[in-house]
């Protein structure tokens, strides 16, 4: 008796199955707890509604460093970006967790680094293909994809009293058991893999991948706009409780096909074909969807008390994507590929038209999230930092060390920031690159410090090492 009466949400996470895990059925079993204890352990639960944020995040997919206006793009117009930019906080050093999809989304939903969980170091193949010696060992053995019990959101959100609701792209395996509504989703509309036709919905294997929850359904409509469609009905739906809409947006991903490109045609050969006038329509199309949410905020009364965070997966695609002053493309850990747009708008707490230069990464947004529902985190792992407290309460910027590792076939990119220093490391087949930058004064990468600074490579070189000891994975 005395060790149930100790059970917190973790307790309740592991007594019921996530998919079972209903908002209403789990705060019954706190308030019986709380009651049996005389302890509100879990008083945010009690709180009134409007005392805690809806929760929207707005994540693209291959979007560059450069590809927004408030970040120094001038082709694209994106004035709802910047208009969020200027109503709350932009950030000037925020990183994606990886330089490609899955393993930026695994650091999301798990809040810890990817490599922690295996194989999902490099994008899933189309069609559920690894990419790798541990991804295809998973892959083999119906493994490849994220495990439910690694992940936090949303389930803690779900513990926590929030509506969750996926729309989008998933990316985190193609297998049954991985299906979103695994993972606690109250709601989820979108696709499995990395990326779709964005008018037939189909990707280059034969599988079929847009699901309704965890059935199959087949749409008309351009992805973007479905994508925003879907968001927005959930939306108005819970209104009146607090939400967490995750909006996971396709654009501007390959293949490169505008809302006006519906007679285009676009099949495996010419499936990854740059066209820029396409991409740019697809940006200034993701803005409007963008502006679409944020009108809906307003038009359902409940825009200050919901916080939007916009952020991209990774660096964007070379060749099609603008990544400002930055080196490097998606797939590489030099800054073009791994430094991407974050732009979060927090009503009352953080002043409009903030730029902040604090190092982020996308798992901070995971601890931030958690922190802003009121989640009890004391008995997570989590190795972000609550950002978005961090800067609302105006805090003196820190220094961050952070580390990314990227595999594919036999290439593998490496690199750890240490303060303003960066190694950058490159191993291809049994060949090895590594080059020392100071970001503080060589934002593009272009003057290698290794040979006049052995000492600080060898430091960072330790700190790697030290680092993939310790994220060894656990299958």
Not at 42 to 60: E, G, M, Q, T, Y
Not at 336 to 342: F, H, S, Y
């Amino acid at each position: 008796m005395i060790q149930f009466l100790a059970t917190t949400q973790a307790g309740c996470r592991r007594l019921f199955p996530r998919h079972l895990l209903h908002r209403t059925a789990t705060l019954a079993f706190i308030a019986v707890v709380g009651q049996l204890t005389q302890t509100p352990f879990f008083s945010v639960a009690k709180a009134d509604s409007a005392s805690r944020p809806n929760i929207v995040l707005i994540l693209a997919d291959d979007l560059g460093y450069g590809d927004v206006g408030c970040y120094g793009q001038r082709i694209a117009k994106t004035p709802n970006i910047d208009a969020l930019a200027k109503q709350g906080v932009r950030f000037t050093q925020h990183y994606s967790n990886g330089p490609e999809c899955s393993p930026t989304r695994t650091a999301l939903l798990t809040g810890r680094y990817q490599q922690r969980v295996g194989g999902l170091e490099c994008a899933i193949g189309t069609g559920n293909v690894g990419r790798y010696d541990d991804a295809i060992r998973l892959a083999e053995q119906h493994e490849l994809g994220l495990p439910v019990d690694h992940a936090v959101l949303p389930s803690m959100l779900t513990s926590a009293g929030y509506r969750c609701g996926l729309f989008g792209k998933w990316h985190l395996g193609y297998e049954t058991k991985f299906n979103p509504m695994e993972y606690g989703w109250d709601e989820f509309v979108g696709y499995l893999g990395g990326n779709v036709h964005y008018f037939n919905h189909q990707e280059l294997s034969d599988l079929h991948v847009l699901f309704r929850g965890r059935q199959p359904i087949e749409r008309d409509g351009y992805m973007t706009h479905l994508i925003t469609d879907d968001s927005i009905e959930f939306i108005k739906r819970h209104k009146d409780q607090p939400f967490f809409a995750y909006v996971a947006h396709e654009c501007p991903h390959f293949p490169y096909q505008g809302p006006g490109d519906k007679d285009k045609v676009v099949i495996e050969e010419n499936w990854m074909a740059l066209d820029s006038s396409a991409y740019v329509a697809m940006i200034e199309d993701l803005d409007s969807e963008v502006g679409r949410i944020l009108k809906t905020l307003d038009e359902q009364g409940i825009a200050d008390n919901t916080i939007v965070i916009f952020a991209s997966d990774n660096g964007g695609f070379a060749g099609a994507a603008d990544m400002g002053p930055l080196r490097g493309s998606k797939g590489t850990t030099y800054e073009g590929g791994v430094r991407v747009p974050l732009v979060v708008r927090w009503p009352n707490r953080i002043r409009g038209g903030t730029v902040s230069d604090q190092v982020c990464v996308t798992f901070d947004l995971t601890r931030s999230i958690l922190a802003l529902a009121g989640a009890d985190q004391s008995h997570l792992q989590l190795e972000g930092i609550d950002i978005l407290s961090h800067v609302a309460d105006q805090r003196a910027d820190v220094a961050r060390t952070l580390f990314w590792r990227g595999r594919r076939a036999k290439r593998t990119w490496t690199a750890v920031r240490e303060g303003d220093l960066k190694l950058v490391r490159k191993l291809e087949d049994t060949k090895v690159q590594q080059w020392l930058y100071n970001l503080a004064d060589d934002l593009s990468e272009s003057n290698d410090l290794a040979a006049s600074r052995p000492q600080d490579v060898k430091r960072l070189e330790l700190l790697i090492d030290h680092w993939e000891k310790d994220v060894r994975p656990l299958r």
